[in-house]
């Protein structure tokens, strides 16, 4: 009877984790839902700032601004977005070992001496980077940077990276962080932030050809104005939408841990009720047979 009480709790036990699994994966799921509708709020404007940027391009000018110059790379800067809370399966893992490759990366292309100082945003990564602390690479957590920080410090820990190219801190800006593709696919990632690449910027040529039926426009101020005002916009909307991609995909690997630990769970709880129903047979069965041979007795 006390192993029938045991596995009695124990069915108790883990039926309440699989509600509360299932809880979890329908929050993380509607979460999911919030910052894919959040990226799509994003998207209009993104577009505009890159369909002008590609507008511009077609006039065939040559445009300078500090955030494109290309210099002497002696010290970069890696942003990397892992997450504050757990149960997100190797969600921080598999940032953390994206990372890593890239700084190996980093160090056969720019040499052994280059300075690396990296900016890990979340508590979890924060954790696994400290790890990495060396002669040449240093870890600095920026104050109220976080996976949860809304969209104003998001635009201010931007320019904040900026301000550190731009000083010459930083010849090298790159943010290593987890591409949303679907609830169940996520892709580590890794894109270059300052110098703002000709690449990025040249791609925004086809988003202008898209929307351009031989219209002719007049750029008022100058063109290379223009240019230099909307690019830092470019960086803004580029940052934000990494965050709330690493946001969205952090929820998605939620949903896939807490979908693999209810089916666990599931399994589980039925192989502790086939036990408890052998054993309760088993009981009921002894108890019988002791019944019979008391009346055999007599």
């Keep these: 009877m006390a192993t029938l009480k045991a596995l009695r709790i124990r069915i108790g036990s883990v039926s309440s984790s699989e509600k509360i ?7 993380s799921s509607a979460k999911v839902h919030k910052n894919e509708q959040e990226l799509k709020k994003l998207l209009p404007f993104r577009q505009q700032v890159m369909s002008i940027m590609g507008h511009l391009l077609e006039t065939g000018m040559e445009f300078n601004s500090p955030l494109i110059l290309e210099r002497e790379v002696k010290s970069v800067g890696v942003v990397v977005y892992g997450t504050d809370d757990g149960l997100c399966g190797a969600y921080n893992i598999n940032v953390f070992k994206h990372l890593l490759i890239e700084i190996n990366s980093l160090r056969e292309k720019y040499g052994s001496n280059l300075e690396i100082t990296v900016y890990p945003v979340g508590k979890k990564i924060a954790k696994a980077c400290r790890r990495l602390q060396a002669s040449d690479l240093s870890v600095k957590i920026p104050e109220g940077v976080d996976s949860k920080m809304d969209s104003k410090r998001v635009n201010e820990f931007a320019n904040e990276l900026k301000e550190d190219f731009l ?6 800006v790159e943010v ?10 996520q892709v580590p990632t890794t894109e ?9 910027i040249e791609g925004n040529k086809d ?9 002719m426009y007049i750029f008022e101020p100058d063109a290379s104005r223009i240019f230099n005002e909307v690019l830092p916009m470019f960086v803004l909307s580029t940052m934000q939408e990494i965050t709330i991609e690493n946001r969205a995909s952090e929820q998605a690997a939620r949903v896939m841990a807490m979908q693999s630990a209810n089916d666990n769970a599931k399994k589980l709880l039925e ?3 086939l036990e408890f129903n052998k054993l309760r047979q088993q009981s009921i069965t002894t108890e019988l047979l002791d019944i019979l041979g008391g009346q055999v007795e007599r």
């Design 176 to 185: 290593v962080y987890m591409r949303y593709v679907s609830m169940s696919r």
């Design 271 to 273: 192989s502790l009720q």
């Design 207 to 215: 988003v202008a050809a898209v929307e351009n039926d031989n219209k």
């Design 21 to 27: 699994t299932g809880a979890m994966k329908m929050i």
């Design 167 to 172: 000083a010459a801190r930083h010849d090298l």
């Design 192 to 200: 270059q932030l300052f110098p703002v690449s000709r690449e990025a």
